[in-house]
């Protein structure tokens, strides 16, 4: 596989105080393969047939993840397979849905 996408995985870390504080936003650049998912059936099995969804493939395992953005845009993780060498991550949304 030629991973030669670039995004950024974002954690969100909950805050000390709840109250008062924000949580804690890092972010990862890391190097994948985004492969549009375009049929209906793939599509029914995830809940995802109005949206625009992809799926994306990182190397290596990946600690769990909130969000992923691509070329500036926020998408949501619907599901993840972490295998032995890689993770892939069924995402929605962006810019389609804004």
Not at 3 to 32: F, G, M, Q, S, W
Not at 49 to 58: L, R
Not at 63 to 87: D, L, M, Q, Y
């Amino acid at each position: 596989m030629r991973y030669n996408n670039r995004i950024t995985l974002i954690r969100k870390v909950p805050p000390a105080d709840p109250l008062h504080d924000r949580p804690t936003e890092t972010r990862e650049t890391v190097t994948c393969l985004t492969i549009p998912i375009t049929s209906a059936q793939e599509l029914s099995v995830y809940g995802l047939v109005n949206t625009m969804a992809y799926e994306i493939h990182v190397k290596n395992p990946v600690n769990p993840v909130n969000e992923i953005e691509i070329a500036g845009v926020k998408w949501t993780i619907n599901k993840t397979f972490v295998n032995r060498k890689s993770t892939v991550f069924i995402v929605s949304g962006g810019a389609s849905n804004g």
